[in-house]
C-alpha cells in the first residue's frame, strides 16, 4: 500500500504542474500586446492635474477675494463670511459697520473641503444704544475662521464658504 500512495500522490502532483502550466500558457496567450490601432488618449485631450500646492494657493486667493468683499462696508454682518459680532447686548439699531482685515485666514485643505483660520479683523459698529443714545463700538477678533468646500474640475478651483 506504501508504493500505491507514493505513486498516487507523485501522479496528483504532476497532474497540478501540468494544469499549472496550462493555466499560465493560456493567461500569456489571451494577453494581447497594444497595437498600433487602440485608442490612446492624447496628452493634449484632457488638463494637466493641479498640484496639490497649486489647488491650495488658488483656493486662497478666492477665499482672499471673497472675504475682500465679505468686509465692504455694511448696516449688517455679511451671511457666508464666518464673520460674528457681539453686538445685540449694547446696540438697539445699527446703522452700519466698519471693517479692517489685519490678517485674513489661512486655507488648509482638508478631506472634507477646507478650513481658514489665524484670521485677524477688527470691526466698528455705529447705531443706538439700548439706553436709546448714538453708540459706537469697536470689536476685534484674533480667531476669525471660515470653513468650506473646495471643488476641482481640471485647471479650475472653486470655493464654496459655509
Known amino acids: 500500500m506504501n508504493r500505491r500512495l507514493g505513486w498516487s500522490i507523485a501522479v496528483t502532483a504532476a497532474i497540478l504542474v501540468v494544469l499549472a502550466v496550462a493555466t499560465w500558457l493560456w493567461l500569456s496567450a489571451s494577453a494581447t500586446a497594444p497595437t498600433e490601432t487602440d485608442p490612446r488618449p492624447d496628452a493634449t485631450q484632457s488638463p494637466t492635474p493641479l498640484a496639490t500646492t497649486e489647488v491650495r494657493d488658488r483656493a486662497q486667493q478666492q477665499l482672499d477675494e471673497h472675504l475682500e468683499d465679505c468686509t465692504v462696508d455694511a448696516d449688517a454682518v455679511p451671511e457666508g463670511c464666518g464673520i460674528r459680532i457681539p453686538w445685540g ?28 483660520d489665524g484670521g485677524i479683523l477688527i470691526a466698528t459698529v455705529s447705531g443706538t444704544g439700548q439706553d436709546g443714545a448714538a453708540r459706537t463700538e469697536t470689536y476685534r477678533t484674533e480667531s476669525w475662521s471660515l470653513r468650506g468646500d473646495v471643488t476641482v474640475d481640471g485647471t479650475e478651483v472653486d470655493v464654496d464658504v459655509w
Open 89 to 116: 447686548t449694547e446696540f438697539a439699531a445699527v446703522d452700519g459697520i466698519r471693517f479692517r482685515i489685519d490678517r485674513l485666514p489661512v486655507l488648509e485643505i482638508t478631506d472634507d473641503g477646507f478650513v481658514a
